[in-house]
């Protein structure tokens, strides 16, 4: 099989692979990879302190504050607080930096990553796009 045809047997007209090297793609990811690593490191972080109070400073996780509400549950609820947090921030983020970006590699895509030797350089773009505007998964907001 060769890399042109696709496991169901059809002969895909977009070219990936430059589309993964293309500069748009790239910058893409990029700032994808960069939220994800800032946002893993919030969360772990947040967890490695809790679970450290947890296991090494018990008497203070038992002091009551608040009419009596114990410093660990208020902990451990700020766990739920910061994954909301870090939740809201990337659909707001995926909103206002992804999404246009994503339309941007979506859109020279459609204009430049057509591959050469199948013949779609004498057809137009327009037929070509919407395999490459191919509707993608994103969740409900």
Sequence with gaps: M??????????DLVD??????????????SRRHRFIK?????????????LGLATFATGFMGTTVLGGVPIAWLAAMSQVLVTWAVTWTYLRKADREFAPLEERVR???????????????????????????????????
Aim: hydrophobic letters at 35%; glycine letters at 6%.
């Design 107 to 141: 859109e020279s895509a459609g204009a430049r990553f057509m591959r050469d030797d199948d013949g779609a350089g004498s057809e137009p773009a327009t037929e070509a796009a919407p395999a490459a505007a191919a509707p993608t998964e994103r969740s409900a907001r």
């Design 2 to 11: 060769t890399d042109r045809t696709a496991q169901d047997g059809r002969t």
């Design 38 to 50: 800032g946002a893993a490191t919030v969360t772990f972080v947040s967890f490695a302190i809790y």
């Design 16 to 29: 990936w692979t430059r589309i993964e090297r293309s500069p748009e793609f790239r910058e893409l990811t």
